[in-house]
Structures are given as structure tokens and as C-alpha cells.
Nanobody, 115 residues
């Protein structure tokens, strides 16, 4: 199983980015999938989740600004990030959502937000 995130970059405060994650080796339609963020010196934290039944969950810090979606045919998970703030910066990863079991983490994609 491989998780390949992309789409990060440098944006100004208030800007937008759309992250993509290609999942290979397992079907995302069979698993709840999520996005996570890590900043140096801190533990990786959950940001958004997409359940197989179609419902979504978000960390309080991103509610109303981020939107998680998926394309089952392409086996991809997306994170649309709007209204970006400096505190949204970090390396973003996709992985299973919920529970303690996680797939091997991919390299992630760096998001930098300038103030």
C-alpha cells in the first residue's frame, strides 16, 4: 500500500490549495480516509476525515474552511483548503481515518502560509 500526497505549496494568508492523495494497494471505498498535518516538534494531528458512508468530520480549527472529498474510481482523496492561515502550515498526509491502525505513512506534502 502506498499513499502519495501532492498539491502543497506556498500561499498567502487567505489563499487556497487543493491537496491530492493517490492511494495504491487498497480501495478507498472500503476504508474511512483522512488527512493529517504535522509541524516540526509536534505530533501529527488529524485534520479531516471521510467515512465510507459519505459523512465527513473536521477538526474544529478547519471547520468551514476545509473540505475533504474522494474519487473512488481514481482511488484518490482530496483536501480543498480555503481561507488558509499561518497556523495551517505543515506537512500534510493522508491515511486511514479513525482507530489506531494506520497504513505506512507516505512522504506528505508541504503547505506553507505566509502572513
Amino acid at each position: 500500500v502506498q499513499l502519495q500526497a501532492s498539491g502543497g505549496g506556498l500561499v498567502q494568508t487567505g489563499g487556497s490549495l487543493r491537496l491530492s492523495c493517490v492511494v495504491s494497494g487498497t480501495s478507498i471505498t472500503l476504508s474511512d480516509m483522512g488527512w493529517y498535518r504535522q509541524v516540526p516538534g509536534k505530533q501529527r494531528e488529524w485534520v479531516a476525515g471521510f467515512r465510507t458512508r459519505g459523512t465527513t468530520d473536521y477538526a474544529d480549527s478547519v471547520k468551514g474552511r476545509f473540505d475533504i472529498s474522494r474519487d473512488g474510481a481514481k482511488n484518490m482523496v482530496f483536501l480543498q483548503m480555503n481561507g488558509l492561515k499561518p497556523e495551517d502550515a505543515g506537512v500534510y498526509y493522508c491515511n486511514l481515518f479513525g482507530g489506531t491502525y494506520k497504513l505506512t505513512w507516505g512522504q506528505g506534502t508541504q503547505v506553507t502560509v505566509s502572513s
